[in-house]
């Protein structure tokens, strides 16, 4: 069966469309120069999305201008604070990069969710390995079983907000493990999945 069709910023995944390849920038963000030279030599290397940490409000700001600059879909990476996902949408992000259960409050995922929906872009559902859920913890352990329900039970918590136009990561640091939470996570879902290796190092 194949994926629901996510569009991140012209360019399509799931369905039938081929794997898109996706990396990250080391700068930072807020070096807006420096960090369109970064994606431009991350596109020239085949890269076909970026993401971006959108850490404080310079770096969400930048994104405006960097988009100026730049012929590539971006993410924002967002760690809890639900503002700065706001203020990327409100600059330009394409997709925006959320772990739930990092964000705190419903109220607080609800507006990044608003926002988005108004925006007409894109949230990667992401959970690692390193911070699941102390119930799913003690249920599970941290085994790729684990990290399927954790991204399941984030996969309904934004859909019970209205919103379907997802795209779901569930990482590890172990690579046997994200391939094998990745495969049981095809079987129980409609959405793209975002395949990465946490904390890859070298």
């Known amino acids: 069966i194949l994926s629901k069709v996510i ?23 807020a070096s807006v120069e420096e960090t369109i030279k970064q994606i431009n030599r991350l596109k020239q290397a085949g890269c076909e999305i970026v993401r971006l940490s959108a850490y404080n409000k310079d770096a969400a ?13 971006l993410v924002a990476d967002i760690h809890f604070d639900y503002k700065l996902a706001i203020l990327a949408i409100e600059n330009g992000a ?39 859920e102390k119930d799913i913890l003690k249920e599970y352990g941290n085994t790729a079983e684990g990290l399927v329900t954790s991204g399941l039970n984030n996969i309904k918590l934004i859909e019970d907000m209205g919103f379907s136009d997802i795209v779901v990561s569930v990482k590890s640091s172990s690579v046997f493990k994200t391939i094998n939470a990745n495969r049981i996570l095809s079987e129980k879902t409609e959405y793209p999945l975002h395949i990465g290796v946490t904390e890859a190092g070298t």
């Open 7 to 29: 569009n991140i910023g012209g360019v399509l995944i799931g369905g039938d469309n081929n794997v898109i390849i996706q990396s990250m920038t080391n700068t930072d963000t």
């Open 61 to 73: 700001k930048a994104f405006y201008k960097i988009k100026l600059k730049v012929n590539i879909p």
């Open 94 to 132: 394409d997709k925006i990069r959320i772990n739930p259960g990092n964000i705190g409050e419903l109220s607080k995922v609800r507006k990044i969710v608003d926002a988005a929906k108004s925006a007409n872009i894109p949230i990667r559902v992401g959970v690692n390995g390193g911070s699941l």
